[in-house]
């Protein structure tokens, strides 16, 4: 069953640019490529059930992300832990 979940910077969490992004969460063992298109800027998960949608600010740091995924079971945890430990949030909606 695929998710999208909305995790945001907000006041208090750790300001990190895309590539510093992809960085943290290949440290973590999820390995990820940053691509860019006329959508946005995206982290891409290795087999392609999750990929990454991020809002990025006039500094060059990201401020929110959307993630697109297929794998509930295991890498979204991971995922959701990353992000926690840089003090962002997940919202409740979007």
């Not at 969490?13 to 800027?41: M, W």
């Not at 740091?61 to 993630?67: M, N």
């Amino acid at each position: 069953m695929p998710a999208e979940l909305f995790i945001y910077r907000g006041k208090t969490g750790q300001a990190r640019t895309p590539g510093q992004l992809r960085d943290v969460l290949s440290a973590a063992g999820l390995s990820c490529q940053l691509e860019s298109d006329k959508y946005g800027i995206w982290l891409v998960f290795d087999g392609g059930l999750t990929n990454i949608n991020l809002a990025v600010e006039a500094d060059g740091t990201a401020s929110s992300a959307l993630v697109h995924t297929e794998d509930i079971t295991g890498r979204l945890d991971r995922l959701l832990g990353v992000f926690s430990e840089l003090g962002w949030q997940v919202a409740d909606t979007f």
